[in-house]
T-cell receptor
């Protein structure tokens, strides 16, 4: 069974600083995908970034990057130059590559950006 | 604009009543999903459908039912058997089934269900 652990229930970060949101995962599968989603107060889940288990380079999407350490089973999200609009819940999720379309989610981290 | 719509935004249920949450997508996606989110929790999968007229139970299917008569529609019924239905319900879709595991799921705006 897959499991995602996010150990930071909440974080407060000064505007323009970088922030790292932690995510560790557990799976016995060799092929899997890791996702990060942002959920603002409106409730919609917004896809941010993806990392495949066989990808040799860490994924980047604009201000978002994923610090993928396969041996440690961690997939931390790094947001550079944080903005007030980054305040939201952030969820890490995983999907294995066996035709199972299920996403397993962590419990999330609430990020608050301080002006 | 292409996207996923969910209605209503808020829904109130009386004891013993069945209610149906609507989910429509015009993205031409094959797969559709229903998730439940409780306060302070991540999302849990209720049901998913990979093709019209077929659907699979997720982790917490008890007390829920679905149908997939059209590719673009995947309604969720919360039955009276669901004893604790108060939650935020999110519908999602993804382009293809099993073709690329990195394909993300796209989410609708959600429906908040409250019990009177």
């Amino acid at each position: 069974a897959q499991k995602i652990t996010q150990t930071q229930p909440g974080m407060f970060v000064q505007e323009k600083e970088a922030v790292t949101l932690d995510c560790t995962y557990d799976t016995s599968d060799q092929s899997y995908g890791l996702f990060w989603y942002k959920q603002p107060s409106s409730g919609e889940m917004i896809f941010l970034i993806y990392q495949g288990s066989y990808d040799e380079q860490n994924a980047t999407e604009g201000r978002y990057s994923l610090n993928f350490q396969k041996a440690r089973k961690s997939a931390n999200l790094v947001i550079s130059a944080s903005q007030l609009g980054d305040s939201a819940m952030y969820f890490c999720a995983m999907r294995t590559n066996f035709g199972n379309e299920k996403l397993t989610f962590g419990t999330g981290t609430r990020l608050t950006i301080i002006p | 604009d292409g996207g996923i719509t969910q209605s209503p935004k808020y829904l109130f249920r009386k004891e013993g009543q069945n209610v149906t949450l609507s989910c429509e997508q015009n993205l031409n996606h094959d797969a559709m999903y229903w998730y439940r989110q409780d306060p302070g929790q991540g999302l849990r999968l209720i049901y998913y459908s990979q093709i019209v007229n077929d659907f699979q139970k997720g982790d917490i299917a008890e007390g829920y039912s679905v149908s997939r008569e059209k590719k673009e529609s995947f309604p969720l019924t919360v039955t009276s058997a669901q004893k604790n239905p108060t939650a935020f319900y999110l519908c999602a879709s993804s382009p293809r089934v099993g073709a690329r595991y990195q394909e993300t799921q796209y989410f609708g705006p959600g429906t908040r269900l409250l019990v009177l």
